[in-house]
């Protein structure tokens, strides 16, 4: 049973570029978290999304969107990228009324130059 | 806005106790948890408590609680090695969405 899988691991982008993030989430999971990673900082959260819908978000810009698949699969959408925007991103998934069991994947290491 | 600070640094021996410390300031928080980190990981959680508990042990950890001076503690017993990472407290108040702090890296000396 594969846990939460993030792709891809590592992505470098250019200042001012657009770039997308994919998390399918663990079985039987319907619910697809967000959170970004500062280097020496905490995850903070992003985005929840369920059955297709944003459900609440953190304090982010409209820059960062996302969406939910069918499948309960999530991408993350980050617009006009920063340098300030170089972090770790990790999906978290959890089950509906479940949410203290929610599992983190590796995260992807997005650098902007 | 609503915070959740932690030390930044922790020492111990191998096979001393680890206490890591957290505290928090939002008093609408219903569940606090521990999670941790190892290099080029993402997160694992270890253990989680509702605020109308004091106490949570499992195995080797035991999680303190103070609801009226909103501190959070993780006790790890029998310290090893493999518990050199970064330990994060995160709470929630409605289990959506999660805070966490900055993290406090563990090292432990054989």
């Known amino acids: 049973d594969a846990g939460v899988t993030q792709s891809p691991t590592h992505l470098i982008k250019t200042r001012g570029q657009q770039v997308t993030l994919r998390c399918s989430p663990k079985s039987g999971h319907d619910t697809v978290s967000w959170y970004q990673q500062a280097l020496g900082q905490g995850p903070q959260f992003i985005f929840q999304?369920?059955?297709?819908?944003?459900?609440q978000r953190g304090n982010f810009p409209d820059r960062f969107s996302g969406h939910q698949f069918p499948n309960y699969s999530s991408e993350l959408n980050v617009n006009a990228l920063l340098l300030g925007d170089s972090a770790l991103y990790l999906c978290?998934?959890?089950?509906?009324?479940?949410?203290?069991?929610?599992?983190f994947g590796q995260g992807t290491r997005l650098t902007v130059v | 806005g609503e915070d959740v600070e932690q030390s930044l640094f922790l020492s111990v021996r191998e096979g001393d106790s680890s206490v890591i410390n957290c505290t928090y300031t939002?008093?609408?928080?219903?569940?606090l948890y521990w999670y941790k980190q190892e290099p080029g990981a993402g997160l694992q959680l270890l253990t989680y408590?509702?605020?109308?508990?004091d106490m949570k042990q499992d195995q080797r950890l035991t999680v303190l609680l103070n609801k009226k001076d909103k501190h959070l503690s993780l006790r790890i017993a029998d310290t090893q090695t493999g518990d050199s990472a970064i330990y994060f407290c995160a709470d929630s108040y409605n289990n959506n969405d999660m805070r966490f702090g900055a993290g406090t890296r563990l090292t432990v000396k054989p």
């Open positions: 999304y369920y059955e297709e819908e944003e459900r």
């Open positions: 939002d008093s609408s928080s219903t569940y």
């Open positions: 408590i509702f605020s109308n508990m």
């Open positions: 978290a998934s959890s089950l509906a009324g479940h949410h203290t069991e929610a599992f």
